[in-house]
T-cell receptor
Framework: NAGVMQNPRHLVRRRGQEARLRCSPM?????VYWYRQLPEEGLKFMVY????????ESGMPKERFSAEFPKEGPSILRIQQVVRGDSAAYFC????????????FGSGTRLTVV | DAKTTQPNSMESNEEEPVHLPCNHS???????IHWYRQLPSQGPEYVIH???SNVNNRMASLAIAEDRKSSTLILHRATLRDAAVYYC??????????????FGQGTTLQVKP
């Protein structure tokens, strides 16, 4: 039973380019959470999605960031026109239901903007 | 979500027990106490959770104070692989916060051989 799969593990983008981060939840999990960890800082919640719906995006920056979780396929976190301050580790977690006691996290995507 | 307070860092010797404290004096009656840990260069990993009673699993034990204003994560025999940042998180019902986890700074545990 594969865990939460995130790819790519490392992503390098030049300023102004787009970054697309993918998260495939565990089999049977329909809830996905995205978190960001800036260098030397803690994990910050970004967005919570269920299949085809955004439930809570209170942690998402107002501009350039978007997320989706389509009926088929992985959840995508998209960052347009990246800036150096977007350099961070992005983690997703999945659960089978919203009140699950433990979430399973992926190994993260480390985005570097040059 | 209610706030938790943890020491910034702790040290332990290998094969000795470790007690990681967490204060949560503003905990509400429906808040569960969750512990996650994050090993270097990895995503967080669920460790254990509880509501009122002490809990044990294969990874650790969770001791919860009778008034629930504090808790302690217990690693019975620390190994070098237990060196990580340990997060104590209060999580209410999904109806109140959509189930998201609010991470603090956690406790960085160093294990010495």
């Amino acid at each position: 039973n594969a865990g939460v799969m995130q790819n790519p593990r490392h992503l390098v983008r030049r300023r102004g380019q787009e970054a697309r981060l993918r998260c495939s939840p565990m089999k049977g999990h329909s809830h996905v959470y995205w978190y960001r960890q800036l260098p030397e800082e803690g994990l910050k919640f970004m967005v919570y999605l269920q299949k085809e719906n955004i439930i809570d995006e209170s942690g998402m920056p107002k501009e350039r960031f978007s997320a989706e979780f389509p009926k088929e396929g992985p959840s995508i976190l998209r960052i347009q026109q990246v800036v150096r301050g977007d350099s961070a580790a992005y983690f997703c977690a999945s659960s089978p239901e919203v009140d699950s006691y433990g979430y399973t996290f992926g190994s993260g995507t480390r985005l570097t903007v040059v | 979500d209610a706030k938790t307070t943890q020491p910034n860092s702790m040290e332990s010797n290998e094969e000795e027990p470790v007690h990681l404290p967490c204060n949560h004096s503003t905990i509400s009656g429906t808040d569960y106490i969750h512990w996650y840990r994050q090993l270097p260069s990895q995503g967080p990993e669920y460790v254990i959770h509880g509501l009122t009673s002490n809990v044990n699993n294969r990874m650790a034990s969770l001791a919860i104070a009778e008034d629930r204003k504090s808790s302690t994560l217990i690693l019975h025999r620390a190994t070098l692989r237990d060196a990580a940042v340990y997060y104590c998180i209060l999580r209410g019902l999904a109806s109140s916060n959509t189930g998201k986890l609010i991470f603090g700074q956690g406790t960085t545990l160093q294990v010495k051989p």
